[in-house]
């Protein structure tokens, strides 16, 4: 890894003092390209970024840095992922010129380098709330295999390569991962709606049934199994910020699923306009726990300490916020039990 990535990889992990390590031509003016071939970015200092403004007029968003984090401002300050971060400074830099096409301004909008026909819109800012550089990408050409790009400040426009897309919707600066959870570990569902509460349990690890269905019920093995997989793989899909002038939210679903590690995590669903929104929390019980068979005294009380943490470190990065849910993840939390049998 060079320096230039050393520089942005610093800002991704919280400034980490490895930055020290950096080009000694790096300064704290960005500016053009001097000759064909350079990096359309010049001397941009990673360490001073202190917010990232993305697209423009009202759907813009931006990107700030709080305390040791960055956080994206229009959704409660929700903390942007290192990775994302990384890529997005990384392909900045990365960008190198091909050639100058234009320095005409009359030709920015079919170049498709103007705030209102650009496809990606990126600026920086200092801690003083002030300009460092900021990036216009427009149309592709196939012919030349580059974008048009032209930087704020500049009214030359240059075909550039090394450059992918840039997104201007925050949630792709999202970890959208909320759980991953083996089923062979779960050891009860519960599912509450307000015209039912109903659990599912595990006949043998992974395989799941209706607790307490009357014999001449048969639960459907393919609809029982896909609500009790339902947490495999669990994302959201953006934060929602509740307006202060609406009613307050109802969280009227409840799913419960416990685990054998003594963790049991709980989803609070609220129906919203035509969406479903999430709050989540874990607790963590050491009796419910399933310890290692024949592990000693010392293998027990890691594997009780782990699960505590693990429970911990859930609450503290999901307890707070409120979820925006995608429709057919949320489906599988409140199916009704007639659904399922």
Not at 54 to 68: C, F, H, M, Y
Not at 185 to 212: D, F, K, M, N
Request: hydrophobic residues 40%; negative net charge.
């Amino acid at each position: 890894m060079n320096d230039r990535k050393l520089s942005i990889l610093a800002v991704a992990t919280l400034f980490a003092l490895v930055a020290a390590v950096i080009v000694s031509r790096i300064t704290h003016t960005a500016g053009p390209p001097s000759i064909y071939g350079a990096h359309l970015i010049q001397g941009l200092d990673p360490r001073i970024i202190d917010s990232i403004k993305l697209g423009s007029g009202p759907t813009a968003v931006t990107i700030r840095r709080q305390d040791s984090r960055f956080v994206a401002v229009e959704r409660d300050n929700y903390p942007v992922s290192d990775e994302s971060l990384y890529r997005l400074i990384s392909a900045c830099l990365d960008a190198v010129v091909i050639q100058s096409i234009s320095d005409s301004p009359e030709n920015h909008p079919d170049l498709g380098v103007t705030e209102s026909t650009a496809r990606s819109v990126v600026r920086f800012y200092d801690a003083q709330h002030q300009p460092i550089v900021g990036l216009l990408i427009g149309s592709y050409t196939e012919q030349n295999h580059g974008n048009y790009v032209r930087l704020f400040d500049s009214d030359t426009v240059y075909l550039s390569s090394n450059l992918p897309f840039l997104s201007n919707d925050i949630t792709d600066y999202f970890n959208k991962r909320l759980f991953r959870v083996d089923p062979a570990a779960i050891q009860r569902i519960e599912i509450t709606t307000p015209q039912e509460s109903y659990a599912l349990i595990p006949t043998a690890p992974g395989v799941p049934t209706i607790e307490s269905l009357p014999s001449n019920i048969a639960a459907k093995p393919e609809e029982t199994q896909i609500v009790f997989n339902a947490l495999t793989r669990f994302d959201f899909i953006d934060i929602h910020v509740h307006p202060q002038d609406a009613p307050p939210l109802r969280f009227i679903y409840s799913y419960t699923c416990q685990l054998n590690s003594g963790i049991t995590y709980i989803l609070e669903i609220a129906p919203y306009n035509d969406q479903y929104l999430l709050h989540t929390y874990a607790r963590f019980n050491a009796v419910l726990a399933q310890l290692p068979q024949n592990a000693d005294e010392d293998t027990q009380t890691q594997f009780l300490t782990n699960a505590r943490l693990t429970a911990q470190y859930f609450n503290q990065t999901h307890a707070e916020w409120t979820y925006t849910l995608d429709l057919w993840q949320a489906i599988k939390l409140i199916q009704p039990l007639t659904e399922l049998t």
